[in-house]
Every structure is written in C-alpha cells, then in structure tokens.
Nanobody, 126 residues
Framework: QVQLVESGGGLVQAGGSLRLSCAASGRAFSWYRMGWFRQAPGKEREFVAAVHWSSGITYYADSVKGRFTISRDNARDTVFLQMDSLKPEDTAVYYC???????????????????WGQGIQVTVSS
C-alpha cells in the first residue's frame, strides 16, 4: 500500500524558512509526478508546486514563485519543498501528492494526483 508521509512543518516567523519533506513508501512503480498543495482555513485546497519525476521539470504557483523550491531525491523516493521568505498568508496545511500515471491533467490540478499525504501544518507568524 502506497503511503506519503510529510514532515518538517511547524511555526516560523515571517521572513523565515522551512523545509518540508514527503517520503513515499510501498510502491512498486515509478512516479510520474509529485507535488505540493496547501489548504488554509475556509479556503479551497490550492496548488503550490510540482515536479516531473524523471525529467525534474518544475512548476510553481505564482504566489510562491521565487520563494519556494521543489526538488526530489529519486533514490530516497522523497520530494522536498524549501520555503523561504515565508509570509503569514503561507499559513496552511500542506499536502504532498503523487501520481504514477501519465495524465492529461495539468500539474496544478488536484485531479492529476491519486495519492495524498495526511497533511502537515505550517504557521507563519507576523
């Protein structure tokens, strides 16, 4: 059974940094794409960043471009999200997502992922 487990969240002051990790286990196939989404209280879950597993091509939401960096470690089956220059509006539960299949869904679409982590809280204080 495939599991995605996030770690690295917490409380940080505005302008600070955090690094999220998402470790995958239980799979017997190669990933096609992995990504990060976030959901703030009372808001829809939104796309943050994604990476094409084999090529390393990355995608970012405009709101985090230049501040967040997604990367992956193929050997460890882990994806990372380095978050710098954090703002209070980055406060949310962050979810790791993955798919093993080619999909017509764009990287920012939730429908393009069929595995999800349990989520991890990131709180940025002003």
């Amino acid at each position: 059974q495939v599991q995605l487990v996030e770690s690295g969240g917490g409380l940080v002051q505005a302008g600070g940094s955090l690094r999220l990790s998402c470790a995958a286990s239980g799979r017997a196939f190669s990933w096609y794409r992995m990504g990060w989404f976030r959901q703030a209280p009372g808001k829809e879950r939104e796309f943050v960043a994604a990476v094409h597993w084999s090529s390393g091509i990355t995608y970012y939401a405009d709101s985090v471009k230049g501040r967040f960096t997604i990367s992956r470690d193929n050997a460890r089956d882990t994806v990372f999200l380095q978050m710098d220059s954090l703002k209070p509006e980055d406060t949310a539960v962050y979810y790791c997502a993955a798919t093993q299949s080619w999909t017509t869904a764009a990287p920012r679409e939730k429908d393009g992922y069929n595995y999800w982590g349990q989520g991890i809280q990131v709180t940025v204080s002003s």
